[in-house]
Structure formats: structure tokens, C-alpha cells
């Protein structure tokens, strides 16, 4: 295939692909069985999932064929956001629907689970073997006394041990929570204190770049700081014993016990995820068994296109909700493979490597890692065998548009490449991948069904082609049932309904095109707005970052009390660059002429690093606040940092300023 041009797309599915997808088949039978329209592909379908709510979320549940144990009495009982309620009067439980390809006999004895660790061997675990560890597992829960809604913890790394913790506690009708073990104390504390966890499902340290970290002492501070927990696991995988006072894991999984299903309300909480939390404490995100199941299947069925013949591999960690994104390929039959180790060791090609190895049909990544590859000079599809991957899929920022180029010019020309955008707030996507229609350089392909994704103006008013607000105008199953410990809904509210009242506002700057496919521009509560011209941060990112030697950089926009605008421009050098004049002269050329002459930096100044979340976004409004003055305790919560010692640099940059 010859490169794009500006209209022309970079890919486009072949016919056969075509008919073949999951989505167009079940365009087909809702069509026959729902109504829904027969012709006019995606775009049709998309229209009638958002304008006929309630028919396509029913078409979903029987499409997947949700075991309900005791039926709904209607698909949506209130739509009011927030707080619509969905399938009322329903039961079912999610383990069930996870496990459940462990009772074909044929696939029982067929890896459910590959994990690999930094060593790169393989473990397989079977389907029947992850159905007998999670059943045994959740009777030593029910023993322990875990009764549903109880909240089980870990503090985990990416091991089929944690899928096992998981799975169990759904089938309790536990609320799962979990952090990875590079979380310091104060960070996990900050999340599983607000809770209060019964259980805690813990490691003895983990393996990170080819080194063994200790957690012995971070364990111990969790048992004394959680007084709720009624039992500590042991998970021993340095190979240490149980501390005194723990269980240890393998007496609680040798048993061959058949699990026993919970059935809980369609809308029993399965799990908590935090925000980055980067002022106050984290926000503690509840979502429902039901909802996730719908949206997952949905999400990972058609628009991932997954199914028994897939192998799914998404570098992630416990502490994101990629995670659990990736744990619900289970619904779908496929098997999921669980990597725990550092993305760039021994080399920046590390997660090449492991795609060619499990065989991964779809591999998902972080924009920031395509774009760390394309500078390292690697070539992928030159050195793996990368036969089997037929999607790479990329999120946690938007991918630069060079992404698009170095992905189809160095892994396959025939490649899918999924850009996709979502959130924490809901797990799973609001637009990205649909195996049926082509993909433009820069752009995320659609809306995801059922999601009514459009792009507004301060009053309300939907753009297209045009920067705006990035808002859902109807409800999805997986947006949170509520907040921990907000009683009244009020912090739910004001973090996504306070602007625009009963619609979604999720905070990112968006652009739907005229041929319905979306671009992705960066938050929008830390959007560059000047002389009244607004550009999101991720522009001047994959703008400046294309420059050899620059590693990461990091922009703040500062209305100033006197109605000035200071725009600086923070790099972080790559290792023997200087930031000198031609540098200086370089970088501002780069944003003149790529982008717009009024978003040149006033300042481009040399930092040590850029600071971001435990999740690995770059921290802009907390820099914001230090540079407006604000205390560095009341801008930031430290817990939620990966090194609290950088903003330092922006809290004394201030004080120089103010002096």
C-alpha cells in the first residue's frame, strides 16, 4: 500500500475482512431481529445504537448471551444522567460469564492465560485449571467470611494470581480493588483507606528490569495502616514464606472445588478504580458487574472484533484500568496474555518480542511506547515475526500522527492501528477501533456504539470539524454507579455533569470530522487558549517531540493577573543534547510552523524530567497551579506522583517568579 495522502486513509479493510468482522454479522442480525438498519455499514449501525438506546443494549445482552438469573423488567429504567439505571430486576454474575469457556469440552484443557515475566518463558493455564483455582479460591473467601459487597484488595503485579484474586471475588459478589507493587505506601493508601478492604491479596516484591524489588515492608505498613482487613495472602513470588499472621496462597487454591456464581443485582458494584488524583485524594470510581459486562463484551466482541482464535496482549499493570480491560477478554473466549516486567527491558523492543512469542493477534500499547520505538530506530516487523498481529492498539495519550506512519511503514502495511480514547471513569472507550472502516493518519476511526460522542461549544452548541468539548449526551452501562464515600453524588456530579447539566462532560479537547471519525487534542482543563485561539497540549507534544533531542516536554498556559498569557515550554533533553540557541531557535520553528505562531512558547526551559501520574500521564494542571502560586501541598497529592521530587522545580520556578 503507497503512503497516504492528507484524504487518502492509511489503511483500509479488505472485503473479506469486512464480512468476516464480528460487527458486521451482528449488524445482520439485529437487523433481522431488532430492526436495526441492514445497509449503509458503521455509520447506520452507529446512528440506530444511540437513537434507539434500549433496543441495542438488549440486542448486546442477547447477542453475548448474558445469563440472566432472573430476567429485567426493561433495559433502561431511568436514563437520567447521573444515575440511570439499567436492566432493573436482573441478576447474573460477571465470573460466570468469564469462565464460561471452560465448560466447552473442547477448549477446557486450551490456554485461558499466558503469562510472562522478564525472562520471557511462557506459563500457560489452562481454562479448566483457572476455573478450579478460582473456585476453590472463592470458597476460602465465603470461609474467611467475604459476603457480597465486602471490598477485597491487591497489591499485585500482572500475574495470572491476581486474574484468580479477581475472579473469585466476583464470584462472592465481592468489590474488587487493586494497585500494582510499585506503588509506594502512601499511594496505596490513599486508594484501599477509603474502602476498607477485608482482604488483601499481596506479594512479597516483584521483578522490574531485571531486579528484584522487596516489598516485605510496604506489606507489613498495609497490614498495620488497614484495620479492617480480616485476612492477608500471601503470594510468594520471590519465594519467600508467608509473614506471620498471612495465608498462604497455595493452601487456599489446591483444592478442585466447582465455583458457585453469586447472582447479584444487575447493578452490584465489581470493582473500584481511582483517578490520578492529582489533587485531593484519588477519586474512587464504582462500576457495576452488570454494566462492565455489557460494555466489555460490546467493546472487546465487536469494536476489538475478539474472539477463541485471539490472543490478547496489552502491556499494563494492575494499578490501570487497562487492566481490567484486558482481563474481560476472557468474556469473548480469548486467550489473554499477562506480561509482568519492565516495557523496555532488556531492550526498547521487549514488547515485540513478547507479541511475536504468545503468538498475539491484538497487542496494545502506550502511544508514548510507539513513539520511544520510532525514536530508538527499531523495526519491528523486520526483526519479529509479526505474522499473527493483526491490530496494534494504542491509548493512555493520543497517537502522534508519526505514530500512524512509523506503525504502518515498520510493523505491516496491512496493519490495523487502533488509536483509541476512553477513560478510567468508565473502563473502556468512548471512540476507537471498528474493524470495518479505514483508518486516516491522526485519527481515531469512530464513536464506539452506543455512545453518543459529540463535540461542544461553551454553550452547548455540537461542532464538527471544529474544536470542543469532548461529551456524551446518552448514558453507558459502565459509567460509574457512583463515587466511594459520596453520599449526596455530589463530587460524581461536579466531575462530570457540572457544565453541561444531565450530559457527560469527561474534560479532553475533540474534534469530530466531517466523515465521522474523531481526533483527540489533550484535557481541556489545561488547554493552551490564546488570544483566543485554542489548542490542546498533546499538539505541541507530537509537534516538539519529533526533534532528536528532545525526550518528553511538558507546556503550561498562565492567564496572568494582568491579562497577560506566559506560555513555557519544559524539555527534557535526550542524553548529550544541549539546550542551547539553535535548540531554543529549532523548537519554536517547530511550533510556527507546524502548528500556529501564536502557540510559541515564551520560554523553553531545561527540567531534569517531566513529572506524571502513577499512570503515566504528564501532570499539567498541578504545574499549573505551583506556577500560579499554589502551596505544593494543596497542588498535588504526593501519593499520586511518580516523583514528587520534580515539582519541586516548578514550586521554586514560581517563587523566582513572584520575587
Given at each position: 500500500m503507497t503512503a497516504a495522502t492528507p484524504d487518502a486513509p492509511l489503511w483500509q479493510p479488505s472485503p473479506e475482512r469486512i464480512e468476516a468482522a464480528a460487527v458486521t454479522r451482528f449488524q445482520s442480525w439485529a437487523a433481522s431481529r431488532f430492526g436495526a438498519p441492514a445497509e449503509g455499514g458503521y455509520a447506520a449501525l452507529h446512528r440506530w445504537s444511540v437513537d434507539e438506546l434500549d433496543t441495542f443494549w438488549q440486542a448486546v445482552a442477547e447477542w453475548f448471551d448474558i445469563r440472566f438469573s432472573t430476567p429485567y423488567e426493561s433495559v433502561l429504567g431511568d436514563r437520567t444522567m447521573p444515575g440511570a439505571t439499567w436492566f432493573p430486576g436482573a441478576t447474573l454474575n460477571y465470573a460466570e460469564h468469564a469462565l464460561r469457556t471452560a465448560e466447552d469440552p473442547a477448549r477446557a484443557d486450551t490456554p485461558a492465560l499466558l503469562y510472562v515475566d522478564e525472562t520471557h518463558t511462557q506459563v500457560p493455564i489452562s481454562w479448566a485449571d483457572l476455573r478450579r483455582q478460582v473456585g476453590a479460591l472463592a470458597a476460602e473467601l465465603r470461609a474467611i467470611?467475604?459476603?457480597?459487597?465486602?471490598?477485597?484488595?491487591?497489591?499485585?503485579?500482572?500475574?495470572?494470581?491476581?486474574?484468580?484474586?479477581?475472579?473469585?471475588t466476583a464470584a462472592v459478589g465481592g468489590v474488587w480493588t487493586s494497585c500494582a507493587p510499585d506503588f509506594g505506601a502512601r499511594s496505596v493508601l490513599d486508594r484501599f483507606q477509603q474502602i476498607?478492604?477485608?482482604?488483601?491479596?499481596t506479594v512479597d516484591g516483584y521483578r522490574y528490569g531485571g531486579k528484584?524489588?522487596?516489598?516485605?515492608?510496604?506489606?507489613?505498613?498495609?497490614?498495620?495502616?488497614l484495620p479492617t482487613l480480616r485476612a492477608v495472602v500471601h503470594i510468594p513470588l520471590l519465594g519467600t514464606d508467608a509473614p506471620e499472621g498471612a495465608l498462604a496462597w497455595a493452601a487456599l487454591t489446591s483444592?478442585?472445588?466447582?465455583?458457585?456464581?453469586?447472582?447479584?443485582?444487575?447493578?452490584?458494584?465489581?470493582?473500584?478504580?481511582?483517578?490520578?488524583?492529582?489533587?485531593?485524594?484519588?477519586?474512587?470510581?464504582?462500576?457495576?458487574?452488570?454494566?462492565?459486562?455489557?460494555?466489555?463484551?460490546?467493546?472487546?466482541?465487536?469494536?476489538?472484533?475478539?474472539?477463541?482464535?485471539?490472543?490478547?496482549f496489552w502491556y499494563t499493570s494492575t494499578g490501570w484500568m487497562m487492566w481490567n480491560?484486558?482481563?474481560?477478554?476472557?468474556?469473548?473466549?480469548?486467550?489473554?496474555?499477562?506480561?509482568?516486567?519492565?516495557?523496555?527491558?532488556?531492550?526498547?523492543?521487549?514488547?515485540?518480542?513478547?507479541?511475536?512469542q504468545t503468538g498475539a493477534t491484538l497487542y496494545g500499547t502506550s502511544a508514548a511506547y510507539v513513539m520511544a520505538c520510532r525514536k530508538a530506530g527499531i523495526h519491528p516487523g523486520r526483526d519479529f515475526d509479526l505474522s499473527r498481529v493483526q491490530c496494534v492498539a494504542t491509548t493512555g495519550s493520543p497517537l502522534p500522527p508519526d505514530g500512524f506512519r512509523w506503525l504502518h511503514d515498520e510493523v505491516a502495511d496491512d496493519l490495523w492501528i487502533a488509536s483509541v480514547s476512553g477513560g478510567t471513569d468508565v473502563c473502556s472507550c468512548f471512540a476507537g477501533a471498528v474493524p470495518t472502516l479505514p483508518v486516516h493518519i491522526g485519527e481515531l476511526q469512530a464513536p464506539c456504539l452506543g455512545t453518543d460522542l459529540q463535540s461542544w461549544d461553551p454553550?452547548?452548541?455540537?461542532?464538527?470539524?471544529?474544536?470542543?468539548?469532548?461529551?456524551?449526551?446518552?448514558?453507558?452501562?459502565?459509567?460509574?454507579?457512583?463515587f466511594w464515600n459520596d453520599p449526596d453524588g455530589s463530587r460524581y456530579h461536579d466531575s462530570y455533569f457540572d457544565m453541561y447539566p444531565g450530559v457527560w462532560r469527561h474534560g479532553d479537547w475533540i474534534t469530530i470530522t466531517d466523515r465521522g471519525s474523531v481526533v483527540i487534542h489533550g484535557r481541556s482543563d489545561s488547554t493552551l487558549n490564546r488570544q483566543g485561539v485554542r489548542m490542546g497540549s498533546a499538539d505541541i507534544y507530537e509537534a516538539v517531540e519529533r526533534l532528536p533531542e528532545i525526550r518528553e516536554s511538558l507546556v503550561i498556559g498562565l492567564e496572568e493577573p494582568d491579562g497577560g498569557y506566559w506560555m513555557p515550554l519544559f524539555v527534557h533533553l535526550t542524553e548529550g543534547a544541549t539546550l542551547d540557541d539553535d535548540l531554543r531557535v529549532a523548537i519554536k520553528a517547530t511550533i510556527r510552523e507546524n502548528l500556529s505562531p501564536r502557540h510559541v512558547p515564551d520560554e523553553v526551559i531545561e527540567v531534569p524530567a517531566i513529572p506524571h501520574t502513577l499512570t503515566g500521564k504528564r501532570i499539567e494542571v498541578p504545574v499549573k497551579r505551583l506556577l500560579q502560586g499554589t502551596e505544593l501541598a494543596k497542588a498535588v497529592n504526593p501519593g499520586s506522583v511518580d516523583n514528587l521530587d520534580l515539582l519541586h522545580f516548578y514550586a521554586d520556578l514560581a517563587a523566582k517568579r513572584r520575587a
Open positions: 467470611g467475604v459476603t457480597p459487597g465486602d471490598r477485597v484488595s491487591g497489591y499485585l503485579p500482572n500475574i495470572p494470581q491476581a486474574v484468580v484474586a479477581f475472579l473469585a476498607e478492604p477485608v482482604v488483601l491479596f528484584e524489588h522487596d516489598r516485605t515492608e510496604t506489606v507489613a505498613e498495609l497490614r498495620r495502616e483444592a478442585d472445588t466447582e465455583p458457585v456464581f453469586e447472582q447479584v443485582p444487575f447493578d452490584h458494584p465489581l470493582w473500584v478504580l481511582y483517578s490520578s488524583g492529582t489533587t485531593g485524594l484519588p477519586k474512587a470510581i464504582v462500576q457495576s458487574q452488570g454494566g462492565i459486562l455489557l460494555e466489555h463484551f460490546k467493546q472487546l466482541g465487536l469494536h476489538c472484533d475478539l474472539g477463541p482464535e485471539d490472543r490478547f480491560f484486558l482481563v474481560s477478554g476472557l468474556l469473548t473466549g480469548t486467550t489473554v496474555v499477562l506480561y509482568d516486567g519492565s516495557p523496555g527491558y532488556p531492550d526498547v523492543s521487549a514488547q515485540w518480542r513478547i507479541a511475536e454553550s452547548g452548541k455540537p461542532l464538527t470539524n471544529e474544536v470542543g468539548e469532548l461529551v456524551v449526551t446518552n448514558p453507558l452501562p459502565s459509567m460509574p454507579i457512583r
